[in-house]
């Protein structure tokens, strides 16, 4: 980054005078107000993690200009800043630093506050939040122990990663490389434990439906949202286990197809799979297989090109339909997440079968015949899935196969061997984690009672900060006496406390209810104030959150409607996604060293510069390619603002308060039309594209214009006061991107109130119409003339003035007129 050539005005000093204004007089400080219309703005708060990154300062721009424009649309603007301030992060960066990790989260809060609060940011601080507060984790504790009043909270045997040299649950992200440890480099192996579920799948239904309802969502983050639910129609069918009572229950889309099933498969981790392997002497092998497929699965996720294997369990099972013996094996190919863990295995009609029955020599059975064709078993190189003519499936022979399916529904109904049944992708949400740095999860554990709610005049169960947490990660709450030793509040008797502590996602799930009462000790929520700011307005954030974060929030949202909490069906309605920051053709990391640390170009140019240079650079839903010369072209343009107006504010100061727009010729007249065509699009950008980059281009191209009517010398009284406006407009215009240089310009300009209390101008249709238009014309693609028009022509008179044209008459000469193409009033194309 090259040296900043001058320094015309004193961001320094300007941006943090004004920040300590702004601070000591709560000028973004904000309350609930029945005269004004409510505008609730929201980024997705950030993780303590030390220092704020560019990212950051792209998303949390992005949310500032649009707060700062909407307050002066007249709107009363919630605009909060919290905390996600428990979750692995912290506990990982804690245990590598050798510090608490209370210690090292409040640290870095005060430290990215000041951050935050470097770069101008409009926030109510009055409103702050960090969940790892027991003030606010006391609540979600509430929410929890009413879902489990409800059945929404339910604890189950569930599939853990496990690190046997350290004794401890690994997060999915502490899993690394070949499925091995973080830490310690010791394969990962799968442990059943008994964990907490939140029962998401209840609000499936309402969950997908209004998916259709989120018209202020990106069309791609809907569609993940639906995808993730993955609702599938199809039927349940009861396939008996040879020599014993059990049945093993699939779901399928394809029922047409149950008179090929020749084998079973079973998800690796389903609870059948060591059960039936056991009784038939095959454990070791199935346990081998077990190992090597959940080391291996990590580096597959997503993809559906690898081989498929699997371990015959030593099991069969029985066809319903037909009786035949179905060896079951456990499959790679197979997941646990997707209906009931089991498939039946149709190798004629699914490729996956396919490949897998031609491995190990299983059989495979043609039950649908392509028309016009005659599949064999011994001759097909691939599975046939298209629909078809059914044979050997005994009555339903020679019925179309999409027929079929209803039949066989019902023929399976009538026999009670299964049902018409639909299917979710969509799986309960585990919540617990056996970790430290979380909410405790408020139950008692009681050798009478059982599992015990904590009492809600018990809450909050604080997380004792007195732990100390060794190197391994493992959490020391199951061996915190003081924590873990309790009475049972229904018996009095001696019990214990769950140590599970919740994931993170609960807490990000319902921070923006917080948001509205922050306050309130009362209970959770404050309905006066949820039923005025809810929903939020306009939520921001990076779309790597478009599943998860967003599904949580939505869920939880409908559980507290039930539970009487809120009024709302929906959290967010209207989304934004930004990209990212892209630094020498890759995502800015530490590891990929490339990094531009925000507090360095603050220093050097200022946080305007900075704020300018993020939206400037590039439309906020697309990447953002990183340009040191982009930054100091937004310092320079900085600076020439600041001389349009300290120059000149002298001379225009004598300028008559009204213009006579009917005295306005030439110049003046032109730059008056500007005012108004600025006004009209950078308040149109903003408020309908996010477009600020264009929205800030319209701001610079009215300096230029300013600064050529200043050219022209000694200027009358109306082109004075017009020049006036014109500067005003530039400051007004650009102050919800860059507020400090704006408020500090507003003020030498003689102003007394706050520029960022100003009302947005309002322009004149009339004014900003264009007199003219300048087209370029083509012939045959390339440009032969030019040629001015009145603003408003139609086609015709557009086409006959392009055609008149003498330059253009000596291309055509005799030529004939193909045809003639039109784009806006901007080009003419003339095909000859």
């Known amino acids: 980054m090259t040296e900043v050539q001058t320094n015309n005005y004193a961001f320094q000093e300007i941006e943090t005078r004004w920040q300590a204004y702004w601070k000591a007089n709560k000028t973004f400080k904000t309350a609930a107000d029945g005269t004004k219309d409510k505008f609730y703005l929201l980024e997705m708060f950030p993780y303590p993690s030390g220092r704020i990154h560019m990212g950051h300062v792209r998303n949390y721009t992005i949310g500032d200009v649009f707060a700062r424009y909407k307050r002066m649309r007249g709107y009363n603007v919630l605009h909060p800043m919290g905390w996600d301030a428990f979750g692995l992060p912290a506990e990982n960066a804690a245990i590598k630093h050798k510090i608490h990790p209370a210690r090292w989260t409040y640290e870095n809060i005060n430290y990215m506050r000041s951050q935050l609060q470097k770069m101008g940011f409009s926030y109510d ?19 929890f122990i009413q879902m489990y009043e409800k059945g929404l909270a339910y604890r189950r045997e569930s599939p853990v990663n496990w690190c046997e040299k350290c004794g401890t649950v690994l997060a999915n992200e502490q899993v690394v490389g070949s499925g091995v440890c973080w830490r310690c480099d010791t394969p990962v192996t799968t442990r059943r434990l008994k964990q907490w579920f939140f029962r998401i799948t209840a609000y499936a239904d309402e969950l997908l439906a209004e998916c259709d309802r989120l018209t202020g969502w990106p069309e791609k983050v809907v569609t993940m949202q639906k995808n993730w639910i993955g609702k599938s129609e199809g039927s349940e069918i009861h396939f008996p286990i040879e020599g014993s009572d059990e049945k093993i229950t699939v779901f399928t889309t394809r029922p047409d197809t149950v008179f090929g099933a020749t084998f079973m498969s079973l ?17 070791a092998a199935v346990l081998a297989f077990a190992e090597k497929e959940n080391r291996e699965k990590r580096s597959r996720i997503g993809g559906e090109d690898f081989e498929k294997e699997g371990v015959f369990t030593g099991a069969y099972c029985l066809n319903p339909l037909t009786g035949r013996r179905m060896p079951i094996f456990a499959a790679n190919f197979v997941l646990m997440e997707y209906g009931s863990g089991a498939v039946m295995a149709v190798p004629a009609h699914d490729q996956r079968d396919f490949e897998f029955a031609r491995k190990y020599g299983l059989e495979v059975v043609v039950v649908i ?12 190189t691939e599975a046939y899935v298209e629909e078809g003519a059914m044979v050997n499936s005994g009555q339903f022979d020679g019925m179309n196969s999409n027929e079929a399916k209803k039949a066989i529904i019902r023929h399976l109904e009538t026999t009670g061997l299964g049902k018409k049944a639909v299917s979710y992708r969509l799986r309960d949400w585990g919540i617990s984690r056996q970790r430290y740095w979380g909410a405790p999860i408020p139950i008692i554990y009681c050798d009478t009672c059982g599992a015990v709610p ?19 990660g493992r959490s020391p709450l199951p061996r915190l006496s003081s924590f873990v030793n309790t009475t049972c509040s229904s018996c009095g008797r001696a019990a214990r406390r769950e140590t599970d502590t919740m994931d993170t996602f609960v807490e990000s799930s319902w921070y923006f209810a917080r948001y509205a009462c922050p306050d309130y000790t009362e209970a959770p929520l404050d309905r006066a104030g949820v039923d005025y700011w809810l929903p939020v307005d306009q939520y921001i954030g990076g779309v790597e959150h478009a599943i998860l974060h967003l599904l949580y929030a939505r869920f939880y949202t409908k559980v507290l409607r039930d539970l009487g909490w809120l009024n709302i069906n929906e959290p967010f309605r209207n989304l934004l996604t930004q990209g990212m920051v892209i630094k020498d053709g890759a995502k800015m990391s530490k590891s990929k060293g490339n990094v531009v640390d925000p507090d360095d170009l603050i220093n050097r140019y200022g946080a305007d510069t900075v704020r300018l240079f993020c939206l400037f650079a590039a439309p906020p839903e697309r990447d953002l390619e990183w340009s040191d010369q982009g930054v100091e072209g937004a310092y320079r343009f900085l600076n020439r603002v600041w ?15 009204v213009i006579n727009v009917f005295e306005l010729k030439g110049e003046a007249k032109a730059l008056h039309r500007k005012i108004h065509q600025t006004i009209k699009k950078v308040g149109a950008d903003i408020e309908d594209r996010f477009h600020f980059n264009t929205a800030i281009s319209a701001v610079m191209e009215l300096v230029n214009d300013a600064y050529g009517v200043i050219g022209l010398g000694d200027k009358d009284p109306q082109t004075l006061a017009v020049l006036k406006l014109a500067i005003e407009t530039v400051i007004i215009s650009l102050s919800p991107f860059a507020p400090h240089i704006a408020e500090e310009l507003w003020q030498t300009m003689g102003h007394k109130e706050l520029l960022s209390s100003v009302s947005w101008p309002s322009y004149d249709e009339e004014a900003a119409r264009q007199e003219k238009v300048e087209l370029v014309v083509q012939v045959n693609g390339k440009v032969r003339s030019r040629v001015e028009v009145d603003a408003g022509q139609g086609e015709s008179e557009i086409k006959e003035a392009a055609i008149s044209d003498l330059r253009i008459k000596e291309w055509i000469k005799e030529k004939e007129i193909k045809k003639v193409i039109i784009v806006g009033n901007k080009l003419v194309n003339i095909v000859v």
């Open 369 to 380: 015949q392509p028309p016009g064709d005659k599949l064999s078993p011994g001759n097909m």
């Open 454 to 472: 904590v009492p809600e005049k018990d809450l909050p169960v604080v997380l004792p900060l007195d732990a100390e947490i060794d190197e391994t």
């Open 267 to 283: 998800a690796v981790d389903h609870p059948l799979v060591l059960e039936l392997s056991r009784s038939a002497f095959r454990e």
């Open 643 to 657: 001389r349009l107006v300290t120059e000149n504010r002298v001379t225009i100061a004598q300028s008559p308060a």
């Open 125 to 143: 601080w009055d409103r702050e939040i960090a969940t790892c507060d027991p003030g606010y984790y006391r609540w979600e504790q509430l929410f």
